[in-house]
């Protein structure tokens, strides 16, 4: 019960919000294209066009059909899949844990920072989340039919949604190849024969393994002398029924794609491109930090710490883990792979929000190993207490100001929004055009997109060097504003009213009029 009540009370309560960052162009603008054009093409302009197939803004676009175009409406269309997300997350726990703590592990799950700060925005990444877990559920009880789904929504979603079906194929394959050699019953140790679960779904059983294959502890055998590719075929067919739902939409969508554009991914015009160049070792080895940094940040850090302290105990005594276990470490394993690829080769793709899966992943094989290697149960439960703690923390790890940061990826965006209100309410009394001030992402995109109002006038975009504008508005959320300008503003301009809540501050400057200002 504990669980729904923190993502109800994060959902209600942010229920009317505008949008915000990246969900301004990945569900306002592609949901209004398509609400606007009454849903005539299935492709985006170039200028919105994300490379991936825009299914989550029609979804979008389809609830301002049924409901209305409102906020409320928008935020409640992600209703669904936040408790969707829950509820096979509540099942996922059930199946790998004792009954007495498996709301504890849902607990530990969902509050981690990025998941809520998701959870309050209209974003695609709830889908990513739910189809994520339901996904993971169905994999854990080779529940192929559901596997197909799940991998069907989450192709759909973005390129991210492709790259983590990939994730789910790869992992399946190495653990088909590999098979476990010796079984374990989980929580069962000899000196505490008092953890052995009660839930029967509990009892253990390699979970990769289908029905048929149950009796074979070894995994699906193979006859003596085949050779690796005919193995590889055997693999190759087996996941056709599952993975071939989600392949075949894709490539369709991509062959189509590539006839009326000449592209698929990204191209050198798209408004983010630079986001996409490849970079040097320099550049690698910064992203390699930055990635380090996703993983510890938010209060994570006491998950990985907690995982590496496990590890080396497992190294040091060699208890061994189960096959559920094992499951869990590789497909964590191979989404770092996956994920650290983009992350480390490309200029900035390493957002928090991008990495959510493999969050998920980390919080739950540290937790099931810490059931599985330490015997004091109370024990354990004060380890999760404290991990909870530190992941609830992560929405207070601002930085300083000179530092970019992932406001999209906790709470504390959340002063933000009644700022900006108040900022703009201030604007419109003192009849200030909004052209005549200057701002940066994610406050210079059109009000139409971002509060879904009828005004599609909007703030100016502040440059590097000098600035047209009368007023500039300022806030620690605004990760682009240029320093230079803002150190400028703080010597030379006037303070006109200077806004503060929580951790967010907004400032709005007004520009000397004895320096030719207009």
Known sequence: MLPWLLVAAVVLATGGLPFFWDTLQLASRHAHFFYENRFESLFLPNDMDSGHIPAFGMYVAMAWQLLGRS??????AMFPFVAGTLWFTRRIAGRLFPREQAWLVTLLMVADATLLAQFSLVS?????ACFFTMALWAFLEQKRKTMAVAFLFLALTSMRGMMIVAAFFLTEAILLFFPEKRRQDPFLRPDDPSMRPQDPSLQ????FLRPQDRSNP?????PEGRSFLRQGLSILFRALPVYLPAALPVLLYLGAHFLRTGWVGYHPDMPWAEHFARVDLTGFLRNLLIFTWRLADQGRLFIWITGAALLLRALRSRPGTTPDGRLLITLTLVLAAVFSYSALTYRNLAGHRYLLPLFLMAALTV???LFLFVANKHRVVLVLLFLLAGELSGH?????DSIAKGWDASLAYLPYQPLRRDMVRFLQEKDVPPETVGTSFPNNISFKYIDLSDDTRSFGTAGEQGTPFRYLLWSNVFNDFPEALKAEAEAEWKVVRELRCVQVRMILYEKPVSAGAH
């Open 218 to 222: 070894q995994g699906p055998s193979f």
């Open 71 to 76: 906020l409320w409406v928008s935020h409640l």
């Open 204 to 207: 253990p059983q390699d979970s």
């Open 367 to 369: 937790s099931y190993h």
């Open 124 to 128: 695609p990444d709830i889908w990513i």
């Open 396 to 400: 207070f790890w601002v930085y300083p």
